[in-house]
């Protein structure tokens, strides 16, 4: 089972970024997706998740009204759409699966996990 985050990379304030994360090995038809970010000395923090069937989405206050997460389950893929970047949103991007169908903020009931992708937004 693998998660492939991609899309990340150098941009400037106010610029926007897609990141996508395909899914390989399994589907994850069933299973709520979501978007953490750990920046450089911090933790890893809650993004964005999004239900299996797409029609329930949560995000950290913090990206809210700026990243849209979306998911394509014919290609078993997840997307997050960042506009309006910040310098604070300099972090690697992780997507995930959940063990649940709806999603959660919680790290802990995500079980498996992509490499991610990073992101530097420059002031």
């Known amino acids: 089972v693998q998660l492939q985050a991609s899309g990340g990379g150098l941009v400037q304030a106010g610029a926007s970024l897609r990141l996508s994360c395909a899914a390989s090995?399994?589907?994850?038809?069933?299973?709520?997706m979501g978007w953490f970010r750990q920046a450089p000395g911090k933790e890893r923090e809650f993004v964005a998740t999004?239900?299996?069937?797409?029609?329930?989405?949560d995000y950290a206050d913090s990206v809210k009204g700026r990243f849209t997460i979306s998911r394509d389950n014919a290609k078993n893929t997840v997307y997050l759409q960042m506009n309006s970047l910040e310098p604070v949103d300099t972090a690697v991007y992780h997507c995930?699966?959940?063990?649940?169908?709806?999603?959660?903020?919680?790290?802990?009931?995500?079980?498996?996990w992509g490499q991610g992708t990073l992101v530097t937004v420059s002031s």
């Open positions: 999004i239900s299996w069937r797409g029609d329930i989405s």
């Open positions: 090995g399994r589907t994850f038809l069933n299973n709520a």
């Open positions: 995930a699966a959940s063990i649940t169908s709806i999603g959660s903020r919680r790290r802990n009931t995500y079980r498996y």
